[in-house]
């Protein structure tokens, strides 16, 4: 029995070994197609991230320039935006100036003659108050000339009744006397 102690587990050790050395042979090729492998990946995504980096530094590139281009744009826009609205404000003060330098006499001319009219109207609307009070006056006269013709009437018929009525007595008297 003392010898199945030393074969049994010199067999095992054999047995071992053979899987061991099996295992061992495969094992280090796969370890080292793993490692190259980890380093194709490693590598390959340091690539694909310089890519993405030359992808994202170009597009940063393009929007820089269209925003440069933008802003080029914009800055020719309100230049002139800016021309017109100086060319406006000159035109303003040049019409504003032709106007006062024109128009100034004009109006100066137009308010004296305005005074003027004023004046004028203020005597005219005196002169007619005046016309307006004699028109009154003569028509208030009139009617008194007129109510003076009919008491003269009527004084001038009275006196000729009273004429009429002498008469008519002094016949009556001279018939009287003859009789």
Known sequence: MNKAYIIWPVIGLLVFGVFFWNFNKGFKEKQRQEEVRIQNE?????????ERRKKAIED?????AERTKARKVKEIKEDAEKKAHDDLVEKRVKVFDDVNRRIRPQLERVKS???ALLKEIAQLELQKKAYTDEETFLRNFVRKAEGNVKAYYD????????ERLRAEAEAAAAKAKKS
């Open 113 to 115: 003659d305005k005074e």
């Open 42 to 50: 490693r590598k390959e995504r340091a690539r694909q991230e310089i």
């Open 155 to 162: 004084v001038l018929d009275k006196l000729a009744t009273a």
């Open 60 to 64: 940063a590139n393009v929007a820089a």
